[in-house]
């Protein structure tokens, strides 16, 4: 089955600054990698995907790269603000899958 | 769009007792839930896989008769814990989509707390 790693567990970025998370998966079927952010006592909530038939998608201050012959995917947060701060999750499947595969998080802490 | 409401979001009872959590999509009909648990300062454990009108798929480990699931409309699935004990205490989160090729999304979860 599908196995994913994220790096690193924790992360503190100063106000302003750009932080990023990186993730790898190891099944070359999975062609589907959203992330989620979770706040303390909230659910997981969607805050990007891609597909693996592109490299690089952005939203506003928000993007995610593949490489798909790495099997490596990363989050990019750039001018990073306090409500940045939260738990985030990468996962990947096979689009059309019952299961997504979580990575173990990134506690993302901003300092002001 | 895509909002998932999850009820209670928070309960406590007593050793023994059985404990219903909601899971509603609330603006689109969702073909697939899905039920997870999430220990502290942990990732999402995925439970089980509900489809409307038939039966839920368990995932290893998970007592079937002890995390029941029902899937009984598009927009509503429900897990009960039955004779729960303290080591069902956990935060249960709850996802829906509304199609095959759609993205999962969240409810914002149950604190169960079983003294």
């Known amino acids: 089955g599908e196995n994913v790693e994220q790096h690193p567990s924790t992360l503190s970025v100063q106000e302003g600054d750009s932080a990023v998370i990186k993730c790898t998966y190891s099944d070359s079927a999975s062609n589907y990698f959203p992330w989620y952010k979770q706040e303390l006592g909230k659910g997981p909530q969607l805050i990007i995907d891609?597909?693996?038939?592109?490299g690089e998608k952005k939203d506003q201050r928000i993007a995610v790269t593949l490489n798909k012959t790495a099997k490596h995917f990363s989050l990019h947060i750039t001018e990073t603000q306090p409500e940045d701060s939260a738990v985030y999750f990468c996962a990947a499947t096979i689009f059309g899958n019952e299961k997504l595969t979580f990575g173990t998080g990134t506690r993302l802490t901003i300092i002001p | 769009g895509a909002v998932v409401s999850q009820h209670p979001s928070r309960v406590i009872c007593k050793s023994g007792t059985s404990v219903k959590i909601e899971c509603r999509s609330l603006?689109?009909?969702?073909?697939?839930m899905f039920w997870y648990r999430q220990f502290p300062k942990q990732s999402l454990m995925l439970m089980a896989t509900?489809?409307?009108?038939?039966?839920?798929?368990?995932e290893q480990g998970v007592e079937k008769d002890k995390f029941l699931i029902n899937h009984a409309s598009l927009t509503l699935s429900t897990l009960t814990v039955t004779s729960a004990h303290p080591e069902d205490s956990s935060f249960y989160i709850c996802?829906?989509?509304?199609?095959?090729?759609?993205?999962?999304?969240f409810g914002d979860g149950t604190r169960l707390s079983i003294l």
């Open positions: 509900s489809n409307e009108g038939s039966k839920a798929t368990y």
């Open positions: 996802s829906a989509r509304d199609g095959l090729n759609q993205p999962q999304h």
């Open positions: 891609i597909r693996s038939n592109v």
């Open positions: 603006d689109f009909q969702a073909t697939t």
